[in-house]
């Protein structure tokens, strides 16, 4: 087990990939402090962590606030003196027209999706920088940076910031030893994967759909405390489906 004793920090970590990565952490031996909006299902998932004999605290917080964000980081130096690993995974989708998307609406995906990686980065990097080992930050980008849908240009333009931001930062903290890397999936199922049809998974060259346990596997991979030479990159994970041509017939 890489990550022994390692704090692990984890944004948008009530549901779906950021349960996964939760759990996937503890089974390597590190700490989990999880942070989401959603409090009832935090508070189940810490529980059920600590019950198979992890060790995790949930933070009840709103990425968007930076006070949120600096006390989540306060309480992760007073729980264990460390942070080792942020995986910022906080993330939603306004799905709507363009001529119907509110500003609101607009500032409410960015500030979730991007903003938050700035503060939780920032609040974090202090700490991040002390390891001997050096500090790992992984960033949860999408496909849609690079192909898209119509109307998700909320969505999209956070998801191309992320990329961005991420190799921006891997320049700037590098002097810090620390290594800061992207994952951009493509369809991860999250719901019932056992309903999809057999035309979702024959779409992907891979030959399936992918899980959220392929992105705690990437992420493993990228906050391997062996891969120090690997920073500022963006890993693809769809499957193959951004190398597909697809025509009509």
Request: glycine share 8%; charged share 25%.
């Amino acid at each position: 087990m890489n990550h022994i004793n390692h704090t692990v920090i984890i944004t948008g970590a009530a549901n779906g990939i950021g349960a996964t990565l939760a759990k996937t952490y503890t089974k390597e031996g590190a700490t989990v402090i999880l942070a989401d909006i959603d409090q009832m299902t935090g508070d189940d998932l810490a529980a059920e962590i600590e019950a198979d004999g992890g060790t995790a605290y949930f933070y009840h917080l709103d990425v968007q606030d930076e006070k949120d964000v600096n006390l989540l980081i306060d309480k992760a130096i007073e729980h264990t003196g460390r942070i080792d690993i942020v995986i910022n995974n906080a993330g939603i989708m306004v799905r709507k027209s363009l001529l119907e998307l509110e500003l609101e609406e607009w500032d409410r995906v960015q500030h979730t999706n991007l903003r938050s990686i700035f503060l939780t980065t920032k609040a974090a990097a202090p700490y991040l920088k002390k390891n001997p080992a050096g500090g790992r930050i992984v960033n949860l980008a999408s496909t849609r940076a690079f192909m898209s849908e119509p109307d998700t240009e909320s969505y999209a333009a956070t998801k191309g910031g992320i990329v961005a931001l991420t190799h921006a930062l891997a320049v700037s903290l590098g002097p810090d030893r620390i290594l800061v890397n992207a994952i951009a999936p493509g369809w991860i199922e999250t719901g019932n994967y056992h309903e999809l049809s057999p035309e979702d998974h024959s779409q992907h060259p891979a030959g399936r759909v992918g899980k959220p346990e392929d992105v705690a596997r990437a992420a493993l991979f990228l906050t391997n405390t062996d891969n120090d030479f690997l920073t500022g990159e963006t890993l693809v994970l769809d499957g193959g489906m951004t190398r597909k041509m697809i025509y009509e017939e």
